[in-house]
C-alpha cells in the first residue's frame, strides 16, 4: 500500500512538472533568454508574447516602441481559428502524457518544424535547467533524435540556468554562406575559412562575446537586408513586423511568414494524430523539400 501510494505521488509530482514545462514551453522555444536581453539592452529587440509563440529571434523582431509607433497595420497577422488553436491545446496535452523520449522528440519537432522541412538554415533553441523534465529529456535523448533526422546542434552559450542551442542542417548552412554577399558581408565580422565547422565555430565566440551577435539572423534565414538594416540602428522604419522586422520586401517576406505557418500547423496536426516522429520527419520533408 505504502509503495502504491509513493508511485501515485511521485506521478503527480511529475505530471505537475510537466505542466510546468507546458506553460513555458513558448519561453524555451525562443533564441534570446531574459539574461541575453538585459545584457543586449535596446539592441535587442522587445520580446513580446508574438514573439515567445514563434519561436523566433528577437533580433530582428520588432521593439516595443516600433510597435507604439508603427500602428498595428504593420503586424503580421498570423492567420489562426479555432480549429487551429483546438489543435495547440491538444499538442500540449498529449505533449504531457508522453515518456521522456517521446517528449523531446515531439516538442523538438514543432520547435524545428520550419528548418526540418527546408525553409529555414538553422534555428536557436532555448532549453531552461529548471524546467526538469524538458532538460533531463533533452540531455538523455535529444541529441541522439536530432543525429536520428541528419540535423546538427552546437551549444551557443551554457549558463547556471539555461542551455542556448544552435541547431543546424549542415548543407543549407553551406548554401546560406557560399553566397558572395553573404562571405562578404561574415567576412568583414571575422569569419573565415571553408568548412561550416569554421563558421558554426566562430558564431559561437561571437555569441559568447556578445550575446546575441547581429549576424545570427542569416543562420536563421532572415535576409541580409533586413539584417544589415537591423544593425544599422538607423531612423528607417520597418514595413512589417512578424517572425522578424522587415525593411524590404515586404510581400515576399509576408509570402515567407504564411510559408512558416503552414509548415507548423501540417507539424502539429501530424504530431497530434500520434505518427512516430522519424514519419512525421520524413513526411514534412516529402511535402515542403523541393
Given at each position: 500500500?505504502?509503495?502504491?501510494?509513493?508511485?501515485?505521488?511521485?506521478?503527480?509530482?511529475?505530471?505537475?512538472?510537466?505542466?510546468?514545462?507546458?506553460?513555458s514551453?513558448?519561453?524555451?522555444?525562443t533564441?534570446?533568454?531574459?539574461?541575453?536581453?538585459?545584457?543586449?539592452?535596446?539592441?535587442?529587440?522587445?520580446?513580446?508574447?508574438?514573439?515567445?509563440?514563434?519561436?523566433?529571434?528577437?533580433?530582428?523582431?520588432?521593439?516595443?516602441?516600433?510597435?507604439?509607433?508603427?500602428?498595428?497595420?504593420?503586424?503580421?497577422?498570423?492567420?489562426?481559428d479555432?480549429?487551429?488553436?483546438m489543435?495547440?491545446?491538444?499538442?500540449?496535452?498529449?505533449?504531457?502524457?508522453?515518456?521522456?523520449k517521446?517528449?523531446?522528440?515531439?516538442?523538438?519537432?514543432?520547435?524545428?518544424?520550419?528548418?526540418?522541412?527546408?525553409?529555414?538554415?538553422?534555428?536557436?533553441?532555448?532549453?531552461?535547467?529548471?524546467?526538469?523534465?524538458?532538460?533531463?529529456?533533452?540531455?538523455q535523448?535529444?541529441?541522439?533524435?536530432?543525429?536520428?533526422?541528419?540535423?546538427?546542434?552546437?551549444?551557443l552559450?551554457?549558463?547556471?540556468?539555461?542551455?542556448?542551442?544552435?541547431?543546424?542542417?549542415?548543407?543549407?548552412?553551406?548554401?546560406?554562406?557560399?553566397?558572395?554577399?553573404?562571405?562578404?558581408?561574415?567576412?568583414?565580422?571575422?569569419?573565415?575559412?571553408?568548412?561550416?565547422?569554421?563558421?558554426?565555430?566562430?558564431?559561437?565566440?561571437?555569441?559568447?562575446?556578445?550575446?546575441?551577435?547581429?549576424?545570427?539572423?542569416?543562420?536563421?534565414?532572415?535576409?541580409?537586408?533586413d539584417?544589415?538594416?537591423?544593425m544599422?540602428?538607423?531612423?528607417?522604419?520597418?514595413?512589417?513586423?512578424?517572425?522578424?522586422?522587415?525593411?524590404?520586401?515586404?510581400?515576399?517576406?509576408e509570402?515567407?511568414?504564411?510559408?512558416?505557418?503552414?509548415?507548423?500547423?501540417?507539424?502539429?496536426?501530424?504530431?497530434?494524430?500520434?505518427?512516430?516522429?522519424?514519419?512525421?520527419?520524413?513526411?514534412?520533408?516529402?511535402?515542403?523539400?523541393n
Amino acid at each position: 500500500m505504502v509503495e502504491r501510494l509513493q508511485t501515485k505521488e511521485n506521478k503527480n509530482t511529475r505530471d505537475n512538472q510537466r505542466r510546468l514545462n507546458s506553460e513555458s514551453n513558448e519561453n524555451n522555444l525562443t533564441y534570446c533568454s531574459k539574461s541575453d536581453s538585459e545584457l543586449n539592452e535596446s539592441n535587442l529587440a522587445y520580446c513580446s508574447k508574438f514573439n515567445l509563440d514563434t519561436n523566433e529571434s528577437s533580433l530582428a523582431y520588432c521593439s516595443k516602441s516600433d510597435l507604439e509607433s508603427n500602428e498595428s497595420n504593420l503586424a503580421y497577422q498570423r492567420q489562426s481559428d479555432s480549429k487551429t488553436n483546438m489543435r495547440c491545446l491538444e499538442y500540449y496535452r498529449q505533449l504531457n502524457s508522453k515518456s521522456d523520449k517521446e517528449y523531446i522528440e515531439m516538442f523538438l519537432i514543432y520547435a524545428l518544424a520550419t528548418l526540418i522541412s527546408g525553409v529555414k538554415p538553422g534555428t536557436t533553441v532555448t532549453i531552461k535547467k529548471n524546467k526538469r523534465v524538458l532538460y533531463e529529456s533533452w540531455s538523455q535523448y535529444g541529441g541522439e533524435f536530432l543525429e536520428s533526422i541528419g540535423l546538427k546542434y552546437i551549444y551557443l552559450r551554457e549558463t547556471e540556468s539555461c542551455l542556448v542551442v544552435m541547431i543546424y542542417d549542415e548543407e543549407s548552412i553551406m548554401k546560406c554562406v557560399s553566397t558572395m554577399e553573404h562571405k562578404e558581408f561574415l567576412s568583414k565580422l571575422g569569419y573565415k575559412g571553408l568548412e561550416v565547422d569554421d563558421y558554426i565555430s566562430r558564431l559561437k565566440d561571437r555569441y559568447e562575446r556578445y550575446h546575441c551577435p547581429h549576424e545570427l539572423g542569416l543562420f536563421l534565414g532572415i535576409p541580409i537586408e533586413d539584417v544589415k538594416a537591423f544593425m544599422d540602428c538607423s531612423e528607417q522604419k520597418c514595413l512589417m513586423c512578424g517572425y522578424w522586422k522587415v525593411y524590404y520586401n515586404r510581400e515576399t517576406a509576408e509570402e515567407l511568414f504564411r510559408k512558416y505557418d503552414m509548415v507548423r500547423d501540417f507539424a502539429i496536426e501530424n504530431l497530434i494524430i500520434g505518427n512516430n516522429s522519424v514519419s512525421i520527419v520524413n513526411c514534412i520533408r516529402e511535402n515542403f523539400i523541393n
